[in-house]
């Protein structure tokens, strides 16, 4: 029963990572000519919170699976961090939202995001789990609170 939950949410997860490679390439191949709408850019934002918010639910678990299940998680969510980071950073460039003036706790938020990527791509059991979980929180609220002003900002304007 455990299984199959665990299954189903590494589908749901899974197709995540897909929509956030697809959107990584679109970014990298299209950054320098583009200029994304609002909409858009609120929609990738919302698509790496929902991604974030997956890794600090299996980091939360990571210790009560089995050794492959373990490992296969780890490598997801480091894959996912990776992503999250590079789309963010490849969105900078042309999105109507400028992350690169939002802080996590005094640090710019892209820079974070890299130090994070780092100690995904460590070995799980060299990193601190509760520590990790509260900066992707601290990630993941400074990205709500950007997605909540840039639509009340555009609500406005319209």
């Not at 455990?2 to 590494?10: G, T």
């Not at 892209?110 to 990193?127: F, I, W």
């Not at 709500?144 to 840039?150: C, F, G, I, P, Y």
């Amino acid at each position: 029963m455990i299984e199959d939950a665990i299954e189903r949410f590494l589908d749901r997860f899974e197709s995540l990572l897909l929509r956030q490679q697809r959107t990584a390439a679109f970014l990298l191949t299209e950054s320098e000519s583009l200029t994304i709408p609002l909409e858009t850019t609120v929609d990738i934002l919302k698509m790496n919170i929902s991604v974030l918010e997956s890794v600090s639910e299996i980091t939360g678990i990571i210790y009560d699976v089995d050794d492959y299940l373990r490992e296969k998680l780890w490598s997801m969510c480091s894959e996912a961090i990776s992503w999250t980071s590079l789309v963010l950073i490849s969105m900078d460039k042309s999105a109507s939202v400028f992350l690169h003036h939002l802080n996590v706790k005094g640090s710019p938020l892209l820079y974070t995001l890299e130090k994070l990527t780092y100690d995904m791509h460590r070995d799980y059991q060299s990193v601190e789990i509760g520590t990790l979980q509260k900066k992707i929180e601290d990630i993941i609220r400074v990205l709500k609170q950007q997605v909540d002003l840039t639509i009340r900002s555009y609500s406005r304007v319209l």
